[in-house]
Structures are given as C-alpha cells and as structure tokens.
C-alpha cells in the first residue's frame, strides 16, 4: 500500500541518509516518452500529467503509459517550451513557433503578434489573464487580445519565470534581474538592492508567503519582508545553477539544479540532502520539477527522462552502506537498539551513524556465512554459522562453541531465549539444543534434542517460545512441534491439517495466535484457547504462497515471499480484515525475502532482509492514500465507432434501434500505484447490482434492447478509497416503428379491418358462389325437368303409330268393341304421361298403373306375343311410396323390343317391386335373346338414349353408381334364357 509522505520526518531519522537508496520510478523512451529532455510538465484537472519535451512533442502520461502529440495534432513545433492549464480547463502549450491550445484531441494556433515566436514561459495570474514570456518580452493574453507589457522596459530582456506572489503582484525573471508589477505599477529587483544574481532563473512561494527565487551560478534566495538572503551557501549551491524551485506542504524547499540533481532544503534546520544519480534519479540535469495532487514530486531532466519520486515508505542498504554483501541471512537488534546483520560477503555487519561496520576474520570473527542472529537478555551476541556451530559475542571477544562441546549440529538456523534465559538453538540434520548459560564465559550446558528423543526430524530450520515457555520448532520435512517442560514433545503435520509438511517459518501476533508458514501457504493455531487446533486459513490473499519469513507487529502479520512483501490485518477468529502488498512499485525494491532475514528492534522498526539488500519499513510515512482517482471516459464506442466521430454529439443521446452495441472505457488516473486501479460499473436501465470490483476498464454491451439507460462507474485506489460520486452516461435506443404502441395498435387495428374484409369478402364470395351454385343447381334441375319432360313426351313413335294400326285394324274388321276397349287405354296412356311429365315424382301406384297400361297396349300390338306379370310385395304401401315418374318405362321397353321381339317362342315379362334399406328395387325379367343376341341383331347406329340419360338420372337421385344391374340368364344347356335388369329407385316420401 503506497502511502503519502512525511518528509520532515525522514530527514530526522538518526541514520546517515547518505547510506540509503531512495526510490525513484524514472520514466524514459523505453517507456514511451518521446524524449528525454523534459522542459515543463503540467498536471491537468484530469490527472494527466503534460511533459513538454525538446523536440519530440508534447507527452501526455496517465500513470500507465504515455501518448504523444506533435505536429500531425495541430501543434506548430515539436520542441515545447512551457505548459499551463488555466482555470477553465483550458491546456495552453508554448513552443518554439508560437502559442497553442488544446480543444478535444487536437490543438490550435493563438495569432501573435510576431510570426513563429518562441514562447518560454505561460503563466495566470489571480484574475486570469495570461502572461507570456518570449525572448522579445512579455505579452498579456486578455479574451483573444494579445498585447505587449511594457514593451519600453522589457522587451529586451530574455525572460526567465513570471510568477505571482501572495500580494497577487506578478514577478517576472530576467537576465537582468526580476521586474514586479503591482498595483498598476513595474519596479525592479536586482544585485543593486539584493539579488545574490541578477540572472534569476526560477521562483516559488512558500506557504508563509516567503519567495524563493532560484538564479543562475549562484545558488538561491529568500525573499521576506525583512529582506532578502542568500542561501546557496547553507547547502553547498553558492556556485550551482538552480533551474527550478517548488515548495511542499511540509515547508520543504525542492530545487533543481544543473549539476548536482534535487536539493531537498529544510528552512526549519538548514538541513538538506542531494538527490542524484548515485540515489536512483535518472539525471543529475535537472531541467523542471512538479509536484503532484498526491504528493509525488517528478523531475524532468534533460537527457534522463523523467523521475517520479513518491517518497520512502522503506530504505535500502547494501554495500554502498558499508554492508559485505547485498544478500541478507539474518537480523537482530541488541539492547543498544543497533541492529546486526549477516550477509552473503560472510561474517557479521553493525549499524552505525555513519552505516555499517562489519566483523569478519580481520576483526576476530570468521568469514563463513551466518545463518542465525540473536540478542539475549544478557547483552550477548549468539551467532549462528554454516559448519562451525555457535559464536558468542559479548562485546570484546567471540567465543566458539560446536559439536565437539556438545552442539546438536554445526549448522546454525536459528536461536531464541526462554523466560528462564535457557538459549535454544536448531540446527539442519543435528536437532535442538537446549544451552544453559554458567559462570565460566567459555562453559555452557547443553541438552540436544534429536529423534533418539522423541523428535521426528532433525532438520530444523526454525523456533519460536511463546507465553507459555513452549518452545515452537518448523521443520522442512515433517511439519511443526513444540517441547513442553523440557521434555514433552508434540508434533502436527500434514494429517493434522497443515498446508505442506515443508515449514519454514512461525510468528506470534498479540491476539495469541500462532502463524505457520510453508511452501504452500499459511495455517494457524489459537495458543491460549483450549486445545491446540491447526486451522486452515479462508481466502487469504497472499501473491505468493512460497512463504520464506513471518512476523507480527499487533494485529499485521508480515508475510515475506519470493514476490515482496504482504501485510495482513487479521483478528481474533482468524479472519483477514485488510491486506497489502508491497514490492517495487511501493519502493521493495529487494522484492524476493530471504529465509527469516526479519526483525523488529526495539523502536518497532521493522527490518528486512531480501536478495537485494536490507530494507527497512518507514511506519512514519505509511499514511492512508485519501485521494481517489480521477475517473473520465477514455472513448464511448457507438457500433465499434467512437461517439465523437458520429453525429450523436449533444448530452443524452437517443440512438436507432439498430445502434445498440455501446462499448465503455475509463480510465482511473492515479499517480501513485495506477496498476491498482479498481473499478466497479453498472447499465441502469439494465443491471441493478454493481459489478464486483476489477482492474477491467473496458466493458462491452451487445444488442440492447429499447429503452432508457444510465451506464455508471466508480474507482478505488489502492487503499480503497472510492470515489464520493459515478461518472455517468445517459443514453436511450429508440424503439422501432414497428415496436412502437400506437403502430401496435394501428397494426391490430389493420389486422382486424383487413380480417374483416376478408371475412365479409369471403361471406359475400361463398354467398355468391352458393346463389351461383343455387342458380346452377335451379338451371341444372329445370334442364333435367325438362330434358325429363321431353323424354317423357317422346314415347317412341313406333309404338304410337303401330298402336294406332292395330287399332285400326280392329276398326276395319269391325271389332269395334275391342278397338274402343285399347283406344281407351291408349288415350289412359298418353293422359298419364303427359300428367306425370308434370311432376317431379309420382306414387308407386300411379307408375304401376301407367305401367300396366304400356304392357298391355305392347301385347295387344305385337299379336299377345308375350305374357308379362307385375308382382308387388304385400308390405310395400304403394299409395305412400313416391318414385320419379316414367322411370321404369324405358327398360320394360327395351326388354320388349330387343328381348322378346327377336323371340320367335311366346315371350314373358315379370315385373317384381321390394323394398331394402329404405330403397325400392324393381326387377325386370324376359326370357329373350339376350343382350348378345340383342347386340347384334341392334341396328349399328342406334343408340338407347333413353337407357343412357334413365341411368344417369338413377346415378344422380341414389348418388351411386351402382342403381342398374343387369343379369345374362343362361339355361342348363348353356343357351341364353332372357335378361334380368335390377333397378334401384329412392324413396322420395314427398307424398
């Protein structure tokens, strides 16, 4: 967690400041920066921070990465001079041929009065006009206006700074000294009434009001009420340039000179300290300086870069600090509160005022590798080494102690005190030993501890004594244990609920819990709380689970790893209430921790020790990040096209219904750690929940429906320190036409006059199509009336005529009784016919009567040739049953001609009448020729269309096709015997 700065607090620290290496992040054309010579830099409303560069444009850097403007953005030169950001938001940048402003992504020409001038310097003064310094003098900008001041004094002077002090009067820097205009007013300031230099280079005010006004060669000056003070000679710069000045919070005096780096000058002492390229600044050329709304102060050099200083949360030691190797083994703090160390350049090393002093084969000691360090109660020194066991120092000599005097082992890993003031030591592969310390410096007593005595390895790597005087031991192959009352021995491992059976590290907090740490993360157990219980810890958010060193400081658990450093706040139930990381964006620069190279000394410094030299952590400077990001749209995408290069440019913009894929990205500026930048979102109109939080600053929605719509984001820091208010972007997508309600509704109401019409059109069609059918039918029914008429009335003339002969005949031979007798039936016969063609259906009676009549008038003119027969079941009641009249006739007739007239034997007809079903079948026998017969002797072109249009009629009336059927009768010798023709008539029942 990057927190803000305590500077005075720093520069009190008792340690030589020289000895430490301060944490710079310098920036530079890898990292994008189309420079490297940084003139001015601007930090905008937006968190942007501007870097006016000397031939490669102007930089814009979002504390991630950098984007640069030149001439293809409207920008007359790429060598820029000076950069403001007035009180409307206006970017104004100066350049080597004139003057320009920035409106949305592009700039523009302000006209001046001279073409292609050079401005050096912008600055605003308190009513918001622009001041411009250019070598030909200064300009004021008042609306578009641009005119010269004082042209008569000025103009020939090579402007330096315009600045405006407490006063509001406006102080310009020249080479000939500072011009001050007040109260309408120009009076000047020079070496004559006390000026160090009449060269003044740069200016600031201190927030007592007092001016600092930086010159060229020799150093710089305070300005006050009393007078002014040269104070180049406090700090070493009575013969340096200094380029730029600027003024902190905390009454700190930043100064950027031309070849000694950053002065950092505290008027409260007179203290100061350089900062160079020995501290980690990218140049000691130091051309700008800006200091940030975050507290991060960035150094523009000329040929480095840029360098951002975000001041020490820790401090590094390595060699340059005096130690014999940057690999820290181990820490301890002794009684004096000095703190020893061992490095991989062997032997020992103590902090001193002036850095470290070391202690190797030269001063009496050994240049083996030390692996264990400690301070006891008595002001001694335990050593620990690789391969000659224990050392003992107790402030004149080392003494030596390994196997031989009854060591468990010559390797040393780590030693601790008891309450008793018992030392116990671990060793890798010899176990424990219990050291009681006697009377004689060179005599100890010792008790080992091995697996002959109940240990189950004797590889152990690490202890630690809680309240109780249990003594804690890690092991690298079987877990952890404890030794109780100097003898009883438990063990719990992997079954009992351990991460990994490798541990290389325990740690106490003051809630009394036991921290584990191994290669697969941490565990723990709750010492004090009844019976000891390894409990697994939920979610925590370690970024390594490689666990090489533990410590508790209160309730923060420091977890070190190959990876840095993380800090855990945890309480009582084990839960991780806040967590952080640190590793080289916090200023860890060591980033990977080394096995149990930690300490906490005796003023709660902690300390430590990674691949990468000592590090201690500045408590003083871990201050909470109060200030959020920044949060602004980087680009609002419309169907893949940013919103600003369509036509939807006014606030709350309603799209087509067809422009619904929007795609969001912000961005959260901060400038102090921007990679831990999280953010959270919502589409109101479609999600009600905030999203969780992430480091996604893209979010993409597809198809939306229509409707109204209200995307919204917030960011954290990386305290998480949200913003108080979302940044928000209304928008609505029209509904379609289609989808509209009064289209709905015009839709419905086509739909229905449309089904309507078609209804009543199809009510009118089918009532047309059945009058057409009616009428047809009618038509249909009064053709086959009357085709039945005709048939009707056309009795064959044959019979008519042959009817009369006979008659006539009878009249001739004066048979005039009989020949009235069949005159009378003959008339009977024509009355009937012509009274039934009048009906559509005639009784069974009444057609058995007319039938009976063209019976007997056939016999009487074919000589009685043939008998006939009309039989009539008993059940049919004739008088009721209703058949179409004139039916039957053309068969009997046809069985006369063609059956029985070829017939040379007498002939006989039988008509026979039933009821089925409720259908009348007639049947109609002779004993003629037969229809083969019959066939042949028929004329060949005859055609019986009387039998032709009956049987269709029959067909149509019994809807079948099946009303005739006739029957060839064939003797016992095989001879035709006659024909049976069966006809079935309908019952009409119209009677």
């Not at 005075?8 to 490297?36: C, E, K, M, R, W």
């Not at 004021?140 to 641009?146: N, S």
């Not at 031979?813 to 039934?836: C, G, H, P, V, W």
Request: charged share 20%; proline share 3%; net charge negative.
């Amino acid at each position: 967690m990057l927190k803000l700065r305590v500077f005075f607090i720093i520069l009190s620290v008792s340690l030589g400041l020289h000895a430490q290496q301060y944490h710079f992040t310098n920036l530079s054309l890898p990292d994008g920066l189309p420079q490297s010579q940084v003139m001015d830099m601007c930090e905008d409303s937006r968190g942007y921070i501007w870097m006016a560069t000397n031939g490669g444009g102007l930089a814009r850097f979002d504390g991630l990465e950098f984007r640069t403007f030149s001439s293809a953005n409207g920008l007359p030169s790429p060598y820029i001079h000076c950069l403001l950001e007035d009180h409307t938001g206006k970017l104004w940048v100066g350049s080597a041929k004139g003057l320009s402003y920035k409106t949305g992504s592009a700039f523009h020409d302000l006209k001046l009065p001279e073409k292609n001038l050079s401005v050096d310097h912008i600055h605003e003064d308190q009513q918001g006009t622009i001041w411009l310094g250019t070598p030909n003098g200064v300009y004021r900008l008042r609306d578009t206006a641009v005119k010269a001041f004082y042209p008569e004094r000025i103009q020939e002077h090579t402007i330096n700074f315009i600045q405006t002090a407490v006063d509001n009067s406006v102080w310009i820097g020249t080479d000939k000294g500072i011009f001050i205009y007040r109260n309408d007013s120009l009076s000047t300031l020079s070496t004559s009434n006390g000026l160090t230099n009449r060269l003044s280079r740069c200016m600031a005010t201190d927030t007592a009001g007092r001016i600092w006004v930086g010159n060229y060669g020799r150093g710089f000056d305070l300005i006050t009420a009393r007078g002014i003070y040269n104070m180049g000679p406090l700090c070493e710069l009575e013969r340096s340039a200094v380029l730029d000045i600027s003024c902190d919070e905390d009454g700190l005096v930043w100064m950027a000179t031309q070849e000694k780096g950053i002065c950092r000058f505290n008027p409260a002492d007179s203290s100061y300290v350089f900062l160079g390229e020995a501290d980690g600044l990218a140049n000691n050329h130091v051309r700008s300086i800006l200091h940030d709304r975050w507290g991060n102060y960035w150094f523009g050099t000329s040929g480095g870069g840029v360098s951002k200083y975000s001041g020490q949360q820790f401090e590094r030691y390595g060699r340059e600090s005096g130690l014999p190797g940057s690999y820290i083994y181990a820490i301890t703090a002794d009684h004096h509160n000095h703190v020893w160390v061992s490095t991989s350049g062997g032997g020992i090393a103590r902090q001193s005022e002036k850095g470290f002093v070391a202690y190797q084969k030269d001063s009496g000691f050994t240049d083996e590798k030390v692996r264990a360090l400690f301070a006891d109660s008595d002001s001694l020194l335990w050593i620990g080494t690789d391969g000659q066991g224990l050392a003992v120092w107790d402030g004149d000599t080392f003494r030596f102690f390994d196997v031989n005097d009854g060591l468990a082992g010559n390797w040393v890993k780590c030693i601790r005190e008891d309450s008793r003031g018992q030392i116990w030591a671990a060793s890798a592969g010899g176990g424990i030993s219990r050291i009681t310390k006697t009377n004689k410096p060179d005599s100890l007593v010792i008790v080992k501890y091995t697996t002959r005595n109940g240990l189950e390895s004797n590889r152990v790597i690490y202890l630690h004594i809680d309240k109780e005087d249990r003594v804690w031991f890690a092991s690298q192959t079987s877990g952890i244990g404890y030794i109780a009352h100097d003898s009883i021995i438990r063990h719990f491992s992997v079954p009992e609920g351990l991460a990994s059976h490798d541990v290389r590290s325990l740690a106490e907090d003051s809630l009394g819990t036991l921290w584990i740490g191994s290669t697969a993360g941490l565990n723990a157990i709750r010492l004090y709380q009844g019976s000891l219980k390894v409990h697994k810890i939920a979610g925590e958010p370690l970024v390594s689970h490689n666990i090489y060193q533990l410590t508790g400081q209160g309730n923060n658990l420091w977890v070190g790893t190959e990876k840095g450093l993380d800090r855990l706040t945890v309480d009582s139930s084990l839960s991780i209430l806040e967590s952080a990381h640190f590793g080289p964006d916090e200023g860890f620069s060591g980033v990977e921790t080394n096995l149990n190279a930690v300490c906490i000394d005796r003023s709660e410094n902690l300390w430590f020790g990674t691949v990468n030299g000592l590090h201690r952590f500045l408590s003083q400077a871990d201050k909470t990040n109060t200030t959020p990001p920044i949060l602004n749209f980087s680009t609002i995408s419309l169907n893949y096209t940013p919103l600003e290069n369509t036509a939807y440019t006014d606030e709350n913009p309603a799209f087509e219904y067809d422009e619904n894929h929007l795609s969001f990205d912000f961005l959260g500026i901060t400038q102090t750690l921007p990679k831990k930048v999280r953010y959270r979102w919502r589409l109101q109109g479609l999600e009600k929940d905030w999203s969780p939080p992430s480091s996604r600053n893209s979010v993409t929605y597809s198809n939306l429906s229509p409707g109204n719509y209200r995307f919204e984001v917030l960011s954290a820091n990386e305290d998480g320190i949200w913003n108080e208010q979302a940044i928000t972007f209304a928008f609505s997508i029209q509904t379609p036409v289609w989808q509209t309600t009064w289209f709905i509704l015009l839709t419905i109401l086509a739909g229905l006059l449309v089904i309507t019409g078609l209804v009543l059109n199809r009510i009118r069609s089918l009532k047309r199509k059945a009058a057409q059918n009616q009428q047809r039918l009618r038509m249909e029914r009064d053709l086959i009336s009357l085709e039945q008429k005709a048939l009707r009335l056309q009795m064959n003339p044959h019979f008519i005529f042959h009817t009369l002969n006979s008659i006539q005949a009878l009249i001739a031979t004066k048979d005039e009784a009989t020949a009235r007798i069949y005159l009378s039936r003959f008339s009977k016969l024509m009355r009937q016919i012509l009274e039934n063609s009048r009906s559509n259906s005639v009784s069974l009676e009444t057609e058995v009567d007319t039938l009976e009549n063209y019976l007997s008038i056939e016999r009487f003119c074919r000589d009685e040739k043939f008998e006939y027969v009309i039989e009539l079941d008993e059940e049919l009641e004739t008088a009721f049953i209703s058949i179409p009249p004139m039916i039957l006739q053309p068969f009997v007739e046809n069985a006369i001609i063609h059956g029985i007239g070829p017939l040379e034997d007498q002939g006989y007809i039988k008509l026979h009448f039933t009821e089925e079903d409720h259908t009348l079948v007639c049947t109609i026998t002779d004993n003629g020729v037969g229809r083969q017969q019959a066939a042949e002797n028929r004329q060949k072109d005859h055609h019986s269309t009387a039998l032709k249009v009956t049987e269709e009629r029959l067909n149509l009336l019994n809807q079948s096709q099946n009303s005739i059927r006739i029957k060839d009768l064939i003797n016992e010798d095989g001879r035709a015997a006659g024909t049976q023709v069966t006809v079935k008539l309908p019952v009409l029942n119209d009677l």
